[in-house]
Every structure is written in C-alpha cells, then in structure tokens.
C-alpha cells in the first residue's frame, strides 16, 4: 500500500520532466496531438536553441556568475565562521549579530537600493552588477561558524605551537576538517545561483547578459507558442541542475537537514 | 607578553573580518536603510529632485487596491500552501519509513524539482495545464472531468500556483521529516508499545509533539517564502503577469511592477518596510515558540 502510493507520487514528481523531455524532441506539429511518445524523433528544436538562440552565452553567463559566486562565498564564509567562532577579539557578539541579523532583511526590500546603486555607479548590465550581491552570505558565515564551534582546541593549539601562522592555521587545519559543511554550503550556493531569477532580471538589459534563468523566461516570451523550443531550452537548463543532483545527492540532503534542524 | 598575545590575535581577527564586514555594512545593512529612507521620498532619476513626502506611501499603502489584493493573495498562497507541503511532507515521509526497499531513489525523485529552476518548472506547467492542449486536462478527461481553465480562471489561478509550488517545494519538506523523525530514539516507541500505545496513538503522543521545532521551523520557512512568492507567479502566467484580474498577484511581484515596471521606487521602498515588518514579525514568533518549547 505505502509502496503503491510513492509510485504514484513518483509518477505526479516526475511526469512535467518526462513530458518536458518528449516534447522537445517531438516537431512542432506534434506537439498538440498529446500523443505520449513523438511519432518522429527530431533534434531540429534543440538545434534551433542551441543555434539560433543566446543560450549558449546565457549558459556561459550563469556558468561564470554561479562559480564565481560560490568560490567567494567558500572562502569568505568560511574565514568569517572561523573567525567569529575561534578567534578571541572585543566586540565579537556584536558582529555576529549584526551579521545575522541581515538575514531578516527580505531581498526584495534590498534590490531597489542596489538598483539605484548600480544604476549610479554603472554596474548595471555588467558581470559585476550580477555578481556583487551574493558574494558573501549571512546564512554561509552561521553556518559554517555552527562547524568550526564543534571542533576540538587542541588541533588549533598545536598548530599555534608548530608555528602557523593565523591564516595559515584557519587555511590548514580548519578548513580540512569542515570540508562536508563546505561541500553542503558550495552545492547550494552554485544551485541557488544558477536557478537565481528576481536580481539577475533587474541588472540585466541587454540579451547577451541575460542569464540562464532569466534567458529562458525572455525567451519563451518571445517564443510564444514555440513549446517545442520552450521545452529544448527548459531541458537543457535542467540538465545540469540534475547532474550535480546526482552526484552530490548525499551532501545535498545533508544540507538540507543542516539548514532544516541546525538553522 | 600574554597581553601581547591576545592583542597580535585581536588584531589578525579584524584582519580577516575587514572585507566581510565591509560587505555586510555595505549591500545588506546600508541598503536596508536606503529602502526605509526612500519610502520617504518621491522617487527621481536626479537625487536633487527627490522630495521628501514623509508618510505618504504609507498613507497611500492603506488604500491602495491593488496592494490589498496582493496581501490578500499572499496570505490565501500561504493559508493553502503551508498546509498542503507540511500535511503531504509528512505523509509521504512516513510512507517512506515504511517501505522496505527503493526508498533512496523515492527520496530522490521527490527531491528533484526543490533544484530544478523555477523558471523552467514555471514553463512545463504552465505547458501541461493549458486549456485546449494541456496534458492535465487529457488526463482529467479520461476520469471524466470537463476541461478545466486552471491559469486562465480568476478563481482556479491561485490554487492553481500553489499547487506548482507545493510540488517544487516537496522534496524539502520531505527529507526535512525524514531527519525529524531518524532523530527520535525508537526506545520512545518501545516503551509506548508495552505501555499498550499502538498505530495513531504513537504518532499522537510520540512522533507529534517530538517533531514540533521542525514543524514550527517549517511553517516560519514556508510562510516566508510564500510572502516572497515571485518566479513562479511571473513565469506561470507570462503573458498576464500577476494573473487574470490580478488573482494571482503577490506582494514580491507588486513590488517589481511598481519598482521597476513603473518605477515608483519611493512607494515600492514604503512596500518592502511593510514586507519586512511582517518577516520580523513572523521571525520573532518562531523564536518565542521554540524557546517556550525548550524551557517546557
């Protein structure tokens, strides 16, 4: 009974991804026959996206921002969690709840003022306007300090003895020993990055800075009915999303019970 | 020399916090006071411009129709959706405690579309719950339901919404359950058994009230993001932004027609101080409740 009813859930689950697959192979004709199987295989729609569309560059844009972004956020969370959780200096409750405390702020009260930032400084439109708001993240330095709070003070002692410096001893002592956090905090950061919509929609104006997300939206706007197109593109966003899914399916839902019962 | 030791340590300290704290100040604390400080002003590309009209916006926030549709809307997404992911979240994690084998790759399959971009989700669903060739209402016809208008309707848009969302957010609440539940000893179960406690009665008294700060953290979680509710109800409705009459219309959406669409930022910065205010409020709830639940 329990099984028969996961099947069909599976089935609800992922129904949208099979028919999104078969869609986009099927030529344009077909598609209203909702028939389940294409009667003819074609591979011209993805042709036509990949070719005749920006989704390339989009790919590449989203590749870029999501890898630069997480390896900012890797490092500078992970400095900052060690800091607040292992190094004595005044004034370190205040900082962390300052930090923390950002975490209330909803984006969409923050976006308004970056854009009047960006739009003054001439940031919109560019790499940097995509990227600066997430370079370091309030919910990545708790996180990470929650880790390096847990570890045992003799390690950071010897080190301190065999001569390290405080870099060096952050670099290679700590670091080593929180690398599942990392691997959670990195995972999510390059997803969330990836599928990120309100921000990069905002900063972007021109097609070419247009990222993933944000391409496809346009795109299929400007498509119109193409749900042939629609659905190449969307397949081929979402492919990716499910590579990494796959190979990290246990730090991911590691993560997710880190941010769930930790958090 | 131990003074000069923790002073040498102070310092390496603010060495390494000088570029984050930076950041913070800069684009999180500092803009969040922009935002309360424009939604005193009458927005203008030149700052020379920008007049002071003090409580205006929020004056204006109190009848303002389509502001009260969108918070009326927020609070139907969340009033269907918190329940409906919490209620089907748990069910479907304990059927996965039951079952005997398979349950890494159900657990996988449900989790799939928490990753997946929303956009794209947007975009199949709002494919297969087309009135005329959607795969939906094929499938309702075999069951013998008339064609339904789902997105197109007034009044089935927002249930409609909800439901995408409810599905992309499954896995989350799934495995959030999952670990909720691995983290309650089974010796609770046992000595409820030979006290004579079966079926219901151990998920009344044992598995309840043992879960509850992944309950209350779940419904914090997924109230707030419903209140941010934004990709979805864009991308579901394309064409019609907001819905049909606006059915579909949220606060985070409003916010972007009005500051970017019409670019009345000063009163779209009056909106975001009523959005935070409601996310702190909900947030200094959640403390409050877990805390009683510790100190119990």
Same mark, same amino acid.
């Given at each position: 009974m329990a099984l028969f009813l996961l099947l069909m859930g599976s089935g609800v689950m992922a129904l949208p991804f099979v028919w999104m697959v078969l869609t986009s192979v099927k030529p344009f004709p077909e *598609?209203?026959? +909702? $028939? !389940? +199987? &294409? $009667?003819e295989l074609t591979w011209e729609n993805y042709r036509i996206v990949l070719e005749e569309t920006g989704f390339l560059r989009w790919f590449g844009n989203s590749l870029l921002v999501a890898t630069l972004t997480t390896l900012s956020v890797l490092f500078f969370d992970s400095l900052t969690g060690y800091t607040l959780a292992r190094m004595r200096f005044p004034g370190k409750q205040v900082i962390f709840v300052l930090i923390l405390s950002? !975490?209330?702020?909803p984006t969409e009260m923050l976006v308004i003022p970056w854009y009047v930032m960006s739009a003054e400084r001439g940031w919109i439109n560019t790499y940097w306007g995509l990227l600066f &708001?997430? +370079? *370091?993240t309030a919910f990545g330095v708790f996180l990470m300090r929650q880790f390096f709070e847990t570890l045992p003070q003799d390690l950071f002692d010897a080190g301190r003895i065999d001569g390290l410096s405080e870099f060096g001893i952050f670099w290679r002592i700590g670091l080593p020993l929180v690398r599942p956090a990392l691997a959670a905090l990195g995972i999510f950061t390059f997803l969330g990055n990836w599928n990120a919509f309100l921000w990069p929609l905002i900063v972007v104006q021109t097609p070419e800075m247009r990222t993933l997300p944000v391409g496809i939206a346009l795109f299929s706007g400007e498509a119109g009915t193409a749900w042939n197109l629609i659905m190449a593109a969307s397949s081929l966003a979402v492919l990716p999303v499910l590579l990494v899914f796959f190979f990290f399916q246990r730090q991911i839902i590691e993560g997710v019970v880190l941010t769930g019962l930790k958090g | 020399m131990r003074l000069r030791l923790s002073q040498r340590e102070a310092l390496w300290a603010f060495a390494f916090l000088v570029i984050p704290l930076a950041f913070f100040l800069y684009f999180r604390i500092l803009p969040a006071f922009q935002a309360l400080w424009l939604s005193f002003y009458q927005w203008h590309t030149d700052p020379s411009q920008r007049n002071f009209v003090g409580l205006e916006h929020y004056a204006r926030l109190l009848d303002d129709p389509l502001l009260q549709r969108a918070l009326w809307n927020t609070l139907l997404y969340t009033l269907l959706g918190v329940p409906a992911q919490i209620g089907l979240g748990l069910s479907l994690a304990l059927l996965l405690r039951a079952v005997p084998w398979g349950r890494e790759l159900f657990r996988a399959i449900y989790f799939a579309p928490y990753i997946t971009p929303a956009v794209a989700v947007a975009w199949v669903w709002s494919w297969m719950l087309? &009135?005329?060739?959607g795969l939906v209402n094929e499938l309702l016809s075999l069951l013998g339901i008339p064609p339904q208008p789902f997105l197109q309707s007034p009044a089935q848009a927002l249930p409609t919404v909800t439901g995408v969302v409810v599905w992309q957010n499954l896995g989350f609440q799934i495995v959030l359950f999952l670990a909720g539940l691995e983290s309650i000893p089974r010796q609770y179960y046992e000595a409820a058994r030979i006290d004579g406690a079966e079926g219901f009665q151990l998920f009344r008294y044992i598995t309840w009230p043992l879960l509850n700060p992944v309950l209350v953290f779940s419904v914090v979680i997924g109230t707030i993001g419903y209140l941010q509710l934004f990709t979805q109800v864009v991308n579901l409705n394309f064409t019609d932004q907001g819905g049909p009459l606006n059915s579909t219309l949220t606060l985070a959406l409003y916010i972007y027609q009005l500051a970017f +669409? $019409?670019?009345?930022l000063g009163y779209a910065a009056a909106v975001t101080v009523l959005l935070f205010a409601i996310i702190l409020f909900i947030t200094l709830l959640q403390l409050k409740i877990l805390t009683r639940r510790v100190e119990l």
């Open positions: *598609i209203f026959e +909702l $028939r !389940l +199987l &294409p $009667r950002t !975490l209330m702020v &708001p997430g +370079l *370091i | 087309s &009135p005329h060739f +669409l $019409r670019f009345q």
